[in-house]
């Protein structure tokens, strides 16, 4: 008999759960308005080339949307475009342009490494095209009390008008400090409180990249309140997902929580708050600013945009991922995998007879997909079932022939996946018969353990041209 614990369990798993930072624990998703969610992610500031650190984050929230999307949600993402910005403006000295012209071109150099990479869920939105917004929500603000003048140099937040302050980060409005996210033009010494975050910089007419206001002077955004004011203009004072990377919970979406709370005097201001680890370069975060960075736009010539996106879910997105050539190259194996089947169960031969094995391992995997990813989107769990599958029908018979029924629902089944995870090929480079069949008989000998066989294929392999490396997906083969 099922225990009632079992059947809660099994309930459960069918709800999708996400951990919020805000609560620090993982909640089954109810969104604010039955399958409609509305979602925000922190974009990039356009004055460079991205690095894969920043693509971890763009493909995963590529990923979220489209899974919901497969289950009956119906998302409405944004993406915010950081198109004015101190550093914007020293890359634009740097090249003598003006600093339009630098925001412009790298935000279309993000776009097309976004397309490359399969990222087509999110809408842009670019600050610039805001400023009224965040004006509107700095003088709200004003008339609210919770902003003071510093004059020559901003409009400040005052940190004693919002109790609540360090409710997603855990630190107080003392600690001004944070990592790699330290304000970029908050600092005064003249601030009631030492976390007081600037919401609009002031300038002197001859400096370039300020607006013309009245009430508040001539100036700029602060870091902070582009995000709210174009989150208010097209989701309203309240929504329900906000992700980024994990470097931005402090002080960046603790300050958003005290604008957004503050100017509209609702709560919460976001449901949940996802925010993604660390992809790390030798044990250090991949940072524009530390220059130890590889953008996307280099890997992307390396590497097919699947290779790219298996390696970026392989693991879960709140454990760090490591960036080496290993795991790119193991991704690549896993690639030749996915290909080599489905290759094979193209070319299978059709029977008519129909068996029920394959139907049941392919709906188990469906079922096991959807566990994983309801479970906090666990997209390395939900990739160890699809070569689970992968095995298992490969084990059923060699796959020499098959069922018709089969074989379609198979290929349906990796085309679903594919919709949402984006990482089945389509443009593999094709090993030629002779090389594959040579590395199928040393898998063989390998597992016979008969390695002195499997030396003198990988030589005959090398004599064709081509080079095979062993990794957890299996042998990648490569042309020397
Ligand atoms: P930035 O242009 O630095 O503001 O970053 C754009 C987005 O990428 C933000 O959501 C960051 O939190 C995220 N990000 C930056 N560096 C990394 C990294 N090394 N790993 C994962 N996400 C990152």
Redesign the pocket.
Known sequence: MIKLTQLIQCKHRRMITIYNTLTKTKEPLVPRNNKKIKMF?????VYDY?HI??A??FVFFDVVTKYLGSQGYEVDYIQNITDIDDKIINKANQENKPWKEVADFYFEEFKKDMVALGVTAPKYIRATDHIEEVKKQVKTLISKKHVYLIENDGWYFDLKTFPEYGKLSGRSAGMAEADDAVSRIDESDKKRNKGDFCVWKLANKSEIGFWEDEELGYGRPGWHIEDTAITEHYFGPQYDIHG?????IFPHHEAEITQQESASGLKPFVKYWLH?A???NKDK????SKSNFTTAHELLEKYPKEVLRFYLLSGHYRQPLEFSEKLLNQSAAAMQRIKEFLNKITLSEKEDKYENPITESINKTKDDFKIAMNDDFNTPRAIAEIFGLIRGINSLRGIKSLPQKASDEIIKFFDDIDAILGIIPTEQKEIPVEVQELVNKREKSREEKNYDEADKIRAQINDLGYEVEDTIYGPLVVKK
């Open positions: 992610v922190c974009g990039p500031t991205i650190g920043n971890r984050t980024g990377g994990q470097d931005l993604v660390f992809l790390v975060k991949m940072s524009k």
